[in-house]
């Protein structure tokens, strides 16, 4: 079965300062990860996806994320936080041969001014 | 429409009320995912569409629990003789279908079982 870790449940970063959100994955077979984020009181919204080719794929709002099959990493980055980055960070796994998305359980980000 | 759209936003219900909540895909999107999002918790899948075909309902958490999409575009989850352990955020989420895709949410249904 296919299963998704967020080591952080928080993530403080001062804005103008890079961060990274982590993930990791088990999964069999190839994986397709996809980062969504919630604002209060709202869906999730995509970010961005890895489904094969380039290991560092760019996403919405200077986001990126960089897939590491060695490492069954997809950890989420951005160069310069903003406050309005604030939100909830999710990321989701879904198998090649499979339709069901599997969400982690999710991580903070608080950026302060 | 341009989104997934979902009605009611809020619901409150009192225990043992039967409530369904709607969810209009996108349109010409062939799969349809229900997730429930409990607070401070990420989405847990309940079901999933191919049009009208429900493919896998192994996320429902108990025979309560119904879901159903008769002509392949509007789904409705209705939840029967509601608990107070009902009490979550009902996603619906949309995809062209094929590998690969993404899947679009609505902005969820709040609901409370008091």
């Known amino acids: 079965a296919q299963s998704v870790a967020q080591p952080e449940d928080q993530v403080n970063v001062a804005e103008g300062n890079p961060l990274t959100v982590k993930c990791t994955y088990s999964v069999s077979g190839n994986p397709y990860l996809f980062w969504y984020v919630q604002y209060p009181n709202r869906g999730l919204q995509f970010l961005l996806k890895y489904i094969t080719g380039d290991n560092l794929v760019k996403g919405s709002y200077g986001f990126e994320a960089e897939f590491n099959k060695s490492q069954t990493s997809f950890h989420l980055k951005k160069p310069s936080a903003l406050v309005s980055d604030s939100a909830l960070y999710f990321c989701?796994?879904?198998?090649?041969?499979?339709?069901?998305?599997?969400f982690g359980p999710g991580t903070r980000l608080s950026v302060l001014p | 429409g341009a989104g997934v759209s979902q009605s009611p936003r809020y619901k409150v219900a009192k225990r043992g009320q039967d409530v369904a909540l709607r969810c209009d895909p996108i349109?010409?999107?062939?799969?349809l995912f229900w997730y429930q999002q409990a607070l401070g918790q990420g989405p847990e899948f309940l079901t999933y569409f191919q049009n009208e075909a429900q493919l896998d309902k192994s996320g429902l958490p108990s025979d309560r629990f119904f879901a159903e999409r008769p002509e392949g575009s509007v789904s409705t989850l209705k939840i029967q003789r509601t608990q107070q352990e009902d009490s979550a955020v009902y996603l619906c989420?949309?995809?062209?279908?094929?590998?690969?895709?993404?899947?679009?949410f609505g902005e969820g249904s709040w609901l409370t079982v008091v």
């Open positions: 989420a949309s995809s062209p279908g094929g590998t690969g895709n993404t899947i679009y």
């Open positions: 349109s010409g999107h062939v799969s």
């Open positions: 989701a796994v879904r198998p090649v041969y499979g339709q069901n998305f599997v």
